[in-house]
């Protein structure tokens, strides 16, 4: 029995190690409600900042371990034009002309409390309805797939 609790303790041990080391992020949204395009409804603007952290902190992992990645929303305007259609609900159409997604970051990578990198990118998709989208079924998708490309191109280097 006493074998066992050794067993299990030592699990549990190495399980919080290993999550320690891990790559992570922090997401921030500085003044939200003064963004260039964002939902009108704060529960709406709530959900768009989640589905964008969680975006971020996917792609977090995929740092080696012991990075963490700080980013920091400073604008977003979301692809397509809104239009208020009644109280509860507005419709959001996506034309392809200029109404493509942009965002504007301030990011650090930081390895072991010293920054590696850091910068201030104004992410765009003007051909964001042309290209190829890994979260075609999700909300928020073509900020999502730009998020991504900066991510791959800026952060691990490499091309879609």
Do not use: C
């Not at 959900?47 to 700080?70: C, D, V, W, Y």
């Not at 977003?76 to 159409?93: M, N």
């Not at 890994?134 to 490499?158: A, T």
Request: aromatic residues 8%.
């Amino acid at each position: 029995m006493k074998t066992f609790i050794r067993m299990v303790g030592m699990a549990v041990l190495l399980l919080a190690a290993s999550s320690l080391a891990s790559a992570g992020a922090r997401v921030t949204y500085v003044a939200t409600e003064k963004m260039t395009d964002v939902p009108r409804f704060s529960s709406d603007r709530e959900s768009m900042e989640i589905h964008f952290r969680e975006t971020i902190e996917k792609l977090a992992e995929k740092l080696p371990a012991g990075q963490q990645l700080n980013v920091e929303f400073l604008d977003i305007d979301l692809a397509g034009d809104q239009f208020p259609r009644v109280a509860i609900q507005d419709v959001r159409v996506l034309k392809g002309r200029a109404d493509w997604p942009r965002m504007h970051l301030r990011y650090t990578l930081e390895e072991n409390g010293q920054v590696i990198k850091s910068g201030e990118p104004k992410l765009a998709d003007p051909n964001y309805l042309m290209s190829s989208n890994l979260y075609n079924n999700e909300q928020y998708s073509h900020e999502k797939q730009m998020l991504e490309d900066w991510f791959r191109k800026d952060l691990l280097g490499k091309s879609r």
